[in-house]
């Protein structure tokens, strides 16, 4: 069965990094894209960043461009989100996703119904 597992979430303060890690169990991420989401209680699943199969392309979120930055590892079967100069306002569930199709349109990659493999999600807390 093919799984997401998520790692690296913890408690930083703010201007800290993190660098969060999705592992697949299986070769299932040639020819898909890949991407981040976050969630916070009484919120909608936010998108974070992704990245094409190809990883010649990636699309940030407004909130997070020129601080983070997402990279695949397609050997390792590992996706990777690096987090720096974190703030408060970053702190949520963060999810690791695998697109349903090999290519996805700019505005499709925002949106979650375009992914079809979720992993269970890893805590990012930022202390002020």
């Known amino acids: 069965q093919v799984q997401l597992v998520e790692s690296g979430g913890g408690l930083v303060q703010t201007g800290g990094s993190l660098r969060l890690s999705c592992a697949a169990s299986?070769?299932?991420?040639?020819?898909?894209?890949m991407a981040w989401f976050r969630q916070v209680p009484g919120k909608e699943r936010e998108f974070v960043a992704a990245?094409?199969?190809?990883?010649?392309?990636?699309l940030y979120a407004e909130s997070v461009k020129g601080r983070f930055t997402i990279s695949r590892d397609d050997a390792k079967n590992t996706m990777y989100l690096q987090m720096n100069t974190l703030k408060p306002e970053d702190t949520a569930v963060y999810y690791c996703?695998?697109?349903?199709?090999?290519?996805?349109?700019?505005?499709?990659?925002?949106?979650?119904?375009?992914?079809?493999?979720w992993g269970q999600g890893t805590q990012v807390t930022v202390s002020s």
């Open positions: 299986e070769r299932f991420f040639r020819n898909v894209a």
């Open positions: 990245i094409r199969w190809t990883a010649d392309f990636t």
């Open positions: 996703a695998r697109s349903r199709a090999t290519y996805l349109s700019a505005s499709d990659y925002y949106h979650p119904g375009e992914y079809d493999y």
